[in-house]
């Protein structure tokens, strides 16, 4: 084949052309991605450097320390993964779990699903206890399960994007010790914005995601494991039957020897420590206060414009109000209408919840009492406006 | 527990104050990642918008469209997968190997050995043929272990990072179809840099980075398959043991359905349609000519210094040279100079060629002749300061 002929054969007759990238600017109002704190986005956009580089190392070993702070702990491997909050979840479950394993899910919602499916691959012995998307599951009845089932690990969601309740965790960690099972949090609506202690919990592993409560943009899952799991992987019969997610050799790079495993995503490891950096700055404490006076301002807003929230006071999740969509009102046309003609996103429902409710999120960087002012605002002038008889002249 | 006790315990008291996130400012002519546009850079610290905000819809058919033109192919499931290029690597074992599947391995260098452990960790029946580090394979060579192995996919890096080798692939598809197998290619460090043609040159499946041809940071890893792909993966007898991975569902999202998977990086995805963007904007072919151009002039000035390539001229790859460290010279004291020195990042040997050779990289928005002219200066000023005899009193 010669040169000429491979020129002739380009395929580029029907391409376009492209105008410069561009995106319109939005409030993000809704379950995540979170705005970014505008910090972290100068950040992220700094230079690449080599991802053995001394200053990445160091930077690596800062974004490390923050971590800890942010978990409230002081576990050796505690990191961000190279992909979205999903990516730690796989993490969680491929080096923990061997075929025929047991393990526990508490199911109260969508990501309960997609633990329940990833566990499944792994060829994990499956075990679910469910509660209807809304409700919390309460110690005793964890109790009960986990000394019937005997799981290798209880797995829970801290904050259910889904539904927007907030799982108390307290109590749970020791009775896992005393059944011999590791305790397996998903903080992916959690992490930097509602109280979570990992050490004091006995929490033995958790992941978050970077685009919530840590300000940033989607792209890296934060990780904790204690020495407890640190000592079940070491002890697995057969290899991680994942190589990206292998926590040996991640532990590897990220741990004292750096040794070489995947290109790091580099400059979503600047925007992670400039928003971790930001939030030790403002200190755990203030920011659990300001995402609990914030969401609670919501619910008090909404409740006097006639709306009902639909999990009960003592089970909802400040970074994530699920409000119900009154009959008489087109909830997809309101939502679309504020993303159109006003730049801000909430969510639909998920799943069973779809056309029900709709979330809203106050996250990070966006949960302030301004953007929760602006939103009533619109709810009190705009909702009114797609009553289902209106909405068709509107 | 009382909220007060909670407050008592937090562990902050250790915390250093952090500065604001800062790193030195590199020219990155390694082994990747490259320097990133600043073009690129602008996009990528954009605002994130929702991953199924229309606006970011639309982004994403940008995206898909300007790298069938990159791969050269017309494949409808074409995505950058969430992860940096080993993901998308991982994702070619996962989604097409079952157990005791036959893989053929072309091994000549470390990602090939990366390769055959994500293979056996799928539990591929794995076979390897080999050649040193700096050859190539013949089509006869590879032709006569296909025929005779009658493997189920053949895989082989295009551009092999750890070695400078570019790796002719004519015909080989060829030899694929007729023996029933895939063809898979690691074109890691050619997308984007070098001749690629996956349907002319009937390529099955395909995966890149974006941190070299692409000139965006480390963060995504663009994938590509065709139809026999396609049906490989429609007939399974088992799910993909890796639901992150699992193209099924990652082309729900990335198909016309545009379902839910995982939260997408959404700013990574600004960055890579500004990089592809820039790209189909000057053109593959003169991209190519130009990578070429500016690594010939590399060689002309390296070998006038007195310097001798690893690898024979006619399997060189446009984007990485390897360079032999002279016997009477310090490579990791040189290194180092030019990096704290200069700015400048230039690679180590990888594995047996550790201390044994430098790897150069001209990749992307860093494949210029200024650059050339820069690195040749200081090869031509400084290292003379590193022969072994001088550079301890240096």
Redesign the interface.
Same mark, same amino acid.
């Given at each position: 084949?010669t040169d000429s002929k491979? %020129?002739s054969?380009? #395929?580029?007759d029907n391409?376009?052309n492209?105008s410069? @990238?561009? %995106?319109? @600017?939005?409030l993000?109002l809704?379950p995540?991605?979170?705005?970014?704190n505008p910090?972290v986005? =100068?950040?992220?956009?700094?230079?690449? #450097?080599?991802?053995l580089?001394e200053?990445?190392l160091e930077?690596m070993s800062?974004v490390q =320390?923050?971590l800890?702070?942010s978990w409230?702990?002081?576990n050796r491997v505690t990191l961000p993964m190279?992909? @979205?909050?999903?990516?730690a979840m796989?993490a969680s479950i491929a080096n923990f779990i061997e075929e025929g394993e047991k393990i526990l899910i508490a199911k109260k919602g969508y990501f309960g699903d997609?633990l329940i499916?990833?566990a499944?691959?792994? =060829?994990a012995n499956v075990n679910v206890i469910e509660k209807n998307w809304g409700e919390a599951f309460s110690l005793e009845e964890i109790e009960f399960e986990i000394e019937k089932i005997k799981p290798s690990i209880f797995a829970i969601v801290h904050a259910e994007t889904s539904t927007g309740v907030l799982q108390p965790l307290?109590g749970i960690g020791e009775i896992c010790r005393k059944n011999n099972c590791l305790f397996l949090v998903d903080a992916v609506t959690s992490l930097g914005a509602v109280?979570l202690?990992i050490? /004091?919990w006995q929490i033995d592993l958790a992941y978050s995601?970077s685009?919530k409560g840590l300000s940033c943009?989607?792209?890296l899952s934060p990780f904790t494991m204690n020495e407890r799991a640190e000592e079940k992987l070491k002890n697995r019969k057969s /290899? %991680?039957?994942?190589?990206?997610?292998d926590l040996s050799l991640l532990n590897k790079y990220w741990g004292s020897d750096r040794v070489y495993h995947? @290109?790091?995503? %580099?400059?979503?490891n600047?925007a992670i420590?400039?928003g971790l950096?930001i939030l030790? /700055?403002e200190?755990?404490?203030n920011i659990w206060d300001r995402h609990l006076v914030n969401s609670q301002k919501l619910y008090k807003g909404l409740t006097e414009l006639g709306l009902e929230m639909h999990v009960a006071e003592q089970f909802r999740l400040p970074t994530l109000t699920t409000v119900k969509i009154p009959s008489d009102v087109d909830g997809d046309a309101f939502r679309n209408h504020l993303?159109k003609n006003h730049g801000i996103?909430i969510g639909n429902g998920l799943g069973t919840l779809s056309g029900k409710i709709w979330r809203i999120g106050l996250m990070g960087y966006n949960s302030s009492s301004e953007n929760v002012d602006k939103l009533l605002n619109l709810f009190d002038t705009e909702l009114k406006k797609f009553t289902i008889f209106q909405s068709a002249t509107f």
């Open positions: 084949m491979l %020129v054969s380009l #395929i580029e391409l376009p492209f410069n @990238t561009f %995106v319109p @600017t939005r993000l809704g995540g991605p979170s705005n970014a910090e986005l =100068k950040a992220l956009s700094l230079n690449p #450097i080599g991802h580089d200053a990445y930077l800062d =320390k923050l800890r702070y409230q702990c002081n190279s992909g @979205t909050g999903s990516a796989e997609r499916d990833m499944s691959r792994y =060829k307290e109280e202690f050490d /004091k995601c685009q943009p989607p792209g /290899k %991680v039957p994942n190589w990206y997610l995947h @290109t790091a995503p %580099v400059n979503m600047y420590r400039e950096r030790a /700055k200190g755990l404490r993303l996103e």
